[in-house]
T-cell receptor, first 115, second 109 residues
Framework: ETGVTQTPRHLVMGMTNKKSLKCEQH?????MYWYKQSAKKPLELMFV???????ENNSVPSRFSPECPNSSHLFLHLHTLQPEDSALYLC??????????????FGNGTRLTVT | QQPVQSPQAVILREGEDAVINCSSS?????VHWYRQKHGEAPVFLMI?????EQKGHEKISASFNEKKQQSSLYLTASQLSYSGTYFC??????????FGAGTTVTVRA
């Protein structure tokens, strides 16, 4: 058990659909992250929340909308996505507010396919 | 700026050794190493915080050369369980942990 749970594991959606990805961490961490993992590309940081406040937004298109209602839960709301948004979306959490010396704990990811 | 990893892939027989390198064009203050098996989440291996620091995880060890702005991961006497993709992560500052493209390691019996 990783301590970070993501649902659903797989999601297929059309370009006009609206869906949400969910992440829950049971580790008592105070920072949560969304990463995008595409084939043959480095992990891309999308959003960071620390103490439920967004502290980082890496120029992500507005069709991705994050929400962090509390320190244990993180959502990624999706609408009008493009086929190039198909990827593995990974949620992670960490103890400290800085990634300098705090390891990331990842969930198993949601495999998203946009048709 | 994302770190550069080399090689992109390596194939080993059980018991063989391998080295994975991670280099940055910017000053490094720490380096993270993670391993991801197919269909699974990346798993944290170790963090190196000081130049010259070396750490170990099972028979996997790493070194950090702050001056050269690089880190190396050493797989010693590889086992089948070492197969996966290894990522280095470099946090130049704040939250921006940038990952390398990964090195795929395949260990064969």
């Amino acid at each position: 058990e990783t301590g970070v749970t993501q649902t659903p594991r797989h999601l297929v959606m059309g370009m006009t659909n609206k869906k949400s990805l969910k992440c829950e961490q049971h580790l008592g961490h105070n920072a949560m992250y969304w990463y995008k993992q595409s084939a043959k590309k480095p992990l891309e940081l999308m959003f960071v929340y620390s103490l439920e406040e967004r502290v980082e937004n890496n120029s992500v298109p507005s069709r991705f909308s994050p929400e962090c209602p509390n320190s244990s839960h993180l959502f990624l709301h999706l609408h009008t996505l493009q086929p190039e948004d198909s990827a593995l979306y990974l949620c992670a959490s960490s103890q400290a507010q800085s990634s300098y010396n705090s390891p990331l704990h990842f969930g198993n990811g949601t495999r998203l396919t946009v048709t | 700026q994302q770190p550069v990893q080399s090689p992109q892939a390596v194939i080993l027989r059980e018991g063989e050794d391998a080295v994975i390198n991670c280099s940055s064009s910017k000053a490094l203050y720490s380096v993270h190493w993670y391993r991801q098996k197919h269909g699974e989440a990346p798993v944290f291996l170790m963090i190196l915080l000081k130049g010259g620091e070396q750490k170990g995880h099972e028979k996997i060890s790493a070194s950090f050369n702050e001056k050269k702005q690089q880190s190396s991961l050493y797989l010693t006497a590889s086992q089948l369980s070492y197969s996966g993709t290894y990522f280095c992560g470099t946090p130049p500052f704040g939250y921006k942990l940038s990952f390398g493209a990964g090195t795929t390691v395949t260990v064969r019996a």
